[in-house]
């Protein structure tokens, strides 16, 4: 069917949606994309330093600049052909909105760019009556105020995979009494010592998806080892097995926190990802496994720790010494926690300082990984919640060969402005890489760290 000019739409894009996605200009199909002035002088104050922010302005500067071309100002003010590539015709068109006075302005006070830029979007809408003008920010207040003036508003959605976190795969599915109640027929192999069942695929276990665990009430522990159409290859596990498995001294404390635990330790997992609420046990596991795993068996050469923290990038540069003493106080955490697997030690101070004179441990800036590859590495990404989706593929990219990377967040402590846990970037990993054979993830439950903490996240 021919497209008609009544469906085209004209988005308007704030800057903050550029920041969170530098490539966005390319996601809106056959419509019309406009980009402000005061946009591309708010990138331009920002584009300047190392911290991911100015990189990711950079980014979006030099696409738009590739887009425009050699086109002439009518050119760019009537809209440029999006070329994404040179196998697909155009689709959709992009122009750069200037500060033009019209009689459909509405005369916010320009004090603030926002107001700019909505008063732009009102001249826009009264020039092209045909088709919807749509303001596309992050910002809630911003979509507020264009609403108020009559312009159409919403958030960008495109990175967004889900509209709930409940949706969100937990890693595991859970059965009253006996899993095998519901299973009319199954097929078991035995090789190498290892126990595999081959089950039909139910209603109930359509959802699932390889290396996520099936855990019964009567003490079934099962991992999915490989997914077709119509069956599940399930991998027996033993419970008291599993619960009996230790990581530089660390024994896990529950069934979850186990079945974490042989996803860190495993050496064909590439991927681990580990949500839950604080005090859970997301951090003290990787760090366990991450000395295990470089100390013990020697897997890998070096544990490289950092952390997404709301400011980190601006102010680190303010602080004063190395990289490792500017990142000590974002990384209090991990020190915390390398404590707490000492603590039974007859000098603690000691045995840390040890550790950290010994183990190949380095904490590094988030600007530091960026455009680096880290070869047999094991990378462990603290605060993954706060981190955009494109923040997080340009991270997890920086895996090279024989790296392992170990994601932490917790969905509900996000400080990161413009930021909810659907569009957070953990949200987006967990899944975007769900049936990816070297990943697993993992929704810790409960609050070991103290009855205060568990009554502080339920009541608080």
């Known amino acids: 069917m021919a ?22 200009v ?75 006075d019209g009689s459909h302005r509405v005369q916010l006070p320009e004090t603030l760019n926002d107001n700019k830029i909505i008063n732009g979007l009102v001249t826009l809408k009264g020039k092209h009556k045909h088709r919807p003008t749509i303001l596309v920010s992050k910002d809630i207040n911003m979509r507020l105020k264009a609403r108020a003036c009559g312009v159409e508003a919403e958030d960008y959605h495109t990175d967004q995979l889900i509209d709930d976190i409940d949706l969100l795969p937990k890693g595991y599915a859970e059965f009253s009494a006996s899993f095998w109640d519901n299973i009319n027929k199954v097929e078991t192999m035995q090789m190498e010592g290892v126990t595999e069942h081959l089950i039909p695929r139910l209603p109930e276990l359509k959802e699932l998806s390889v290396n996520e665990f099936l855990i019964d009430d009567q ?21 008291d097995r599993l619960l009996e498995q230790e990581a530089w001294g660390l024994v896990p404390r529950d069934i979850y926190q186990a079945i974490a635990l042989q996803l860190l330790l495993d050496p064909d997992i590439h991927l681990v990802n580990l949500t839950g609420a604080a005090g859970s046990g997301k951090t003290i596991l990787a760090l366990a496994a991450a000395i295990e795993m470089t100390v013990a068996s020697k897997r890998y050469k070096r544990i490289i720790v950092t952390r997404s923290t709301q400011g980190l990038d601006e102010d680190i540069g303010f602080l004063p010494g190395t990289e490792a003493e500017k990142m000590e106080p974002w990384l209090g955490a991990i020190t915390d926690n390398l404590e707490a697997l000492h603590s039974d030690d007859e000098n603690m101070t000691a045995s840390v300082e040890y550790i950290l ?16 590859s880290f070869q047999h590495s094991l990378i462990v990404i603290d605060e993954c919640q706060n981190l955009t989706p494109h923040q997080m593929k340009t991270i997890i990219t920086r895996a090279g060969t024989g790296s392992k990377v170990i994601c932490l967040g917790n969905l509900a402590q996000i400080d990161t402005a413009y930021l909810n846990a659907p569009s957070s970037g953990l949200t987006y990993l967990t899944e975007r890489f769900r049936g990816f054979q070297h990943n697993g993830h993992v929704h810790l439950r409960g609050v070991p760290r103290s009855v205060l903490a568990e009554f502080a996240e339920a009541n608080l």
Do not use: W
């Open 26 to 100: 390319l996601n809106f199909e056959e419509h019309h994309v406009v980009i402000p002035l005061t946009v591309l002088e708010e990138l331009d104050k920002l584009k300047n330093g190392k911290s991911s922010i100015a990189a990711d302005c950079r980014q979006a500067i030099r696409l738009i600049d590739k887009l425009l071309g050699d086109a002439t100002p009518e050119e760019i003010e009537k809209g440029v052909d999006i070329v994404r590539n040179e196998k697909s015709p155009p689709q959709g068109t992009i122009s750069i909105l200037m500060d033009l």
């Open 357 to 372: 004179q010994k183990v190949p441990i380095q904490f590094k800036s988030l600007n530091y990984i960026r455009g680096r």
């Open 3 to 24: 497209r008609t000019v009544s469906q085209e739409k004209t988005y308007v894009l704030d800057t903050n949606v550029l920041i969170h996605d530098p490539n966005s």
């Open 219 to 239: 003490g079934f522990v099962g991992r999915i080892s490989r997914v077709d159409t119509d069956h599940l290859i399930v991998r027996d596990l033993s419970r």
